[in-house]
C-alpha cells in the first residue's frame, strides 16, 4: 500500500536564486552582476552576465543539481549564463 502525505510534498524553488538561498529564501550572489529574465509559454529564462565566472562555478554547479540547465558562454571570466527550467 502507497501512502501520500502532502505536507512532505515541496514545490520546485520559482528561481535560481530561490534555489542558492535557504529555507526557500532568496539569494542572489556577487558574481549575478546584470541580471535578466524572459518568460514564454511554459519556461523562463534568467540570464546573468558576469565579470566572475570563476566566482559562480560552485553555484553553477549547485544549480545543475537541483534541476536547473545551465548553459554558459564564456570567455575568460565574463561569461553570460543562462538558467531554465520546465513550467
Not at 14 to 21: A, D, I, V
Not at 52 to 81: E, F, P, Q, T
Amino acid at each position: 500500500m502507497q501512502t501520500h502525505y502532502d505536507n512532505q510534498i515541496r514545490p520546485a524553488p520559482r528561481t535560481p536564486y530561490h534555489s542558492l538561498g535557504e529555507n526557500s529564501t532568496m539569494h542572489i550572489p556577487n558574481w549575478a552582476q546584470h541580471r535578466s529574465v524572459y518568460r514564454s509559454a511554459g519556461r523562463t529564462l534568467y540570464v546573468v552576465e558576469t565579470e566572475k565566472y570563476g566566482d559562480a562555478r560552485r553555484d553553477l554547479a549547485h544549480l545543475n543539481r537541483a534541476g536547473w540547465d545551465v548553459s554558459v558562454d564564456a570567455a575568460g571570466d565574463n561569461a553570460r549564463i543562462a538558467f531554465s527550467r520546465a513550467a
